[in-house]
C-alpha cells in the first residue's frame, strides 16, 4: 500500500507543478524502482516498458484515433448529425435531442470523447442558441453528450481496459451499448425540462421526403457503424481488423466519395494522428512500467486482505471504487487515473465476484465523468479551444449533468443486468 500511495502522491504532485503527462507515470515508477528494489536489473525496466505496449489488440487505438481524424475533418459526422435532426429537430427539445443523438451517432464511428466534442461543438451550438437554448445549458450538454463516445462502441477507453484486464473487448462493446444509451436517456430528460422550462417551441416537422433526402444524404456514413459493428459482432472482423477497416472506408467515403480528403489533407491529418497516437502509447508504456511494481509489491492482496479484515463485500467494495476514481478524476488526466487504478483494484474486483464487464463499465462511466469534471477535465479545454469560450463558462454549463452522472453512475453500479445482459444474451 505504501507503494501505491507513494505513486499517487508524486503523479499528484508532479501533474499540479506542470510536469509533462509521460513523467507523471515514468517518475514515480522510477522511484520507486530506487526505493524499493534497487537490485531489479535495469534491462528488466526496459522490457516491461516496452511490454506495456506490445500487444496487439492496441493496434485498433492509432487506426480509430486516425478515424476519427478523418471523420470530423470531412462530412461523415455533419451529415451524421443532419440525419439525427431530420427525425427529431422538430420537437419541442428537438436540438437538443440532435445535440445527444448526433455525438452517440459520432461516437458510435469514433470512440473518442475529445473528437465528438471538437466535431460537432461547432454544428450544434449556433442551431442550439437559434432554437432558443441558453448558452449555460447547450454547453454543459454538448460537452456531457460527447461522453457517450466512451461506452458507445468502439471505444477506445474500452480497447485499454481489455487489454490491462484481459476481458472480451466485444462484450465490451455490446455493455457500453446499453449502459451509453441509459446516459443519453438521462441527457434526453435534462433536454426535454430546459426546453419546457425556457418556453422553447417546437420545429417545424420535416416531412417523410425530406428525412428521406436526409437518410440518404447519410447512407455512406451510417456504412461505418454497420461495418465495424457488425464485422465485431458477426466474429467476421477483430476489433483490430475492424478500426483498420474504419481508416480504409472513411478515406474512401471523404476522398473518393465526397471528394473533400485531398492528399495534401489527408497527410496533415495523419500528423496531427500519429502525434495523438504517440501521447497514448507512452502514456500506456509508463502504466505498464507502474503496474509491475504495483504487482510486484503485491498491491492487489494488501487490499483484499483489507477489504476481508474489515468485513467489506462487493456493495462497500464498489463505493470504494467510485469515490477513488471521482477523486481521481477531479485532479488526475483520466488516463493516468485507468492506468493507475486498475492494476491493484481489478485483482480485487475478480476475489469479490464483480463481473469483469461491469467493472468495466463502472470505471468507464467514473472516467467520462472525469472528462467533464474540473479542474483538469480534458473535454472542457476542448470545448472551450473549439467554441471559443472561456473554460470557466464551460464549467458552469457542465456542473448539473454531472449530477445526472453520478446518478446514472449509481443505477450501473447497484443493477449490473444493465450492464451485462446483452453481452450474456448475444455473445454468452
Not at 190 to 210: D, F, L, N, Q, Y
Not at 403 to 412: E, K, S, T
Request: net charge neutral; proline share 6%.
Amino acid at each position: 500500500m505504501i507503494i501505491l500511495l507513494l505513486i499517487i502522491a508524486v503523479a499528484v504532485v508532479m501533474l499540479v507543478t506542470g510536469f509533462e503527462m509521460f513523467l507523471v507515470l515514468g517518475v514515480p515508477a522510477l522511484l520507486v524502482k530506487e526505493a524499493f528494489y534497487a537490485s531489479l536489473p535495469d534491462p528488466v525496466i526496459s522490457q516491461k516498458i516496452l511490454g506495456g505496449i506490445n500487444h496487439t489488440t492496441l493496434l485498433a487505438v492509432p487506426f480509430f484515433i486516425l478515424a476519427a481524424e478523418l471523420m470530423g475533418e470531412g462530412q461523415i459526422a455533419r451529415r451524421l448529425t443532419g440525419l439525427v435532426k431530420a427525425f427529431v429537430g422538430h420537437l419541442r427539445a428537438g436540438m437538443g435531442f440532435t445535440t445527444i443523438g448526433g455525438s452517440m451517432a459520432f461516437g458510435s464511428v469514433s470512440g473518442s470523447a475529445p473528437a465528438t466534442v471538437a466535431a460537432t461543438a461547432r454544428m450544434v451550438y449556433p442551431e442550439m442558441k437559434k432554437a432558443g437554448y441558453r448558452d449555460k445549458f447547450s454547453f454543459g450538454l454538448i460537452v456531457s453528450s460527447a461522453e457517450t463516445a466512451l461506452l458507445i462502441p468502439p471505444s477506445i477507453t474500452f480497447i485499454i481496459y481489455g487489454w490491462m484486464t484481459g476481458t472480451s473487448i466485444a462484450k465490451l462493446f455490446v455493455g457500453g451499448l446499453a449502459v451509453g444509451l441509459a446516459l443519453g436517456i438521462a441527457f434526453a430528460i435534462m433536454a426535454h425540462i430546459e426546453a419546457r422550462r425556457t418556453g422553447i417551441a417546437p420545429g417545424e416537422k420535416t416531412t417523410w421526403a425530406e428525412r428521406g433526402q436526409a437518410l440518404k444524404a447519410a447512407f455512406w456514413p451510417l456504412g461505418m457503424p454497420v461495418i465495424i459493428l457488425g464485422g465485431i459482432y458477426s466474429g467476421i472482423l477483430t476489433p483490430t481488423e475492424a478500426a483498420a477497416v474504419s481508416v480504409v472506408y472513411a478515406i474512401f467515403v471523404e476522398g473518393l466519395i465526397y471528394r473533400e480528403l485531398s492528399f495534401s489533407k489527408l497527410v496533415k491529418i495523419t500528423e496531427r494522428a500519429a502525434v495523438s497516437t504517440a501521447i497514448v502509447f507512452i502514456l500506456l508504456a509508463m502504466g505498464g512500467l507502474i503496474s509491475f511494481f504495483i504487482t510486484l509489491a503485491q498491491v492487489p492482496s494488501a487490499i483484499t486482505g483489507f477489504l476481508t479484515a474489515i468485513d467489506a463485500g462487493p456493495i462497500t467494495f464498489l463505493i470504494i471504487i467510485n469515490i477513488c476514481f471521482l477523486i481521481a478524476g477531479m485532479f488526475l488526466d483520466p488516463n493516468l487515473a485507468l492506468l493507475i487504478l486498475i492494476p491493484p483494484l481489478f485483482p480485487v474486483a475478480q476475489a469479490l465476484g464483480v463481473d469483469p464487464v461491469h467493472f468495466g463499465m463502472i470505471v468507464t462511466l467514473n472516467i467520462s465523468i472525469g472528462m467533464i469534471t474540473p479542474p483538469f477535465g480534458l473535454d472542457l479545454f476542448v470545448a472551450s479551444s473549439t467554441l471559443q469560450k472561456p473554460v470557466t463558462a464551460i464549467i458552469a454549463g457542465v456542473a448539473p449533468f454531472i449530477v445526472a452522472n453520478l446518478i446514472v453512475l449509481a443505477i450501473i453500479t447497484y443493477v449490473p443486468d444493465i450492464s451485462t445482459f446483452l453481452p450474456r444474451l448475444l455473445l454468452g
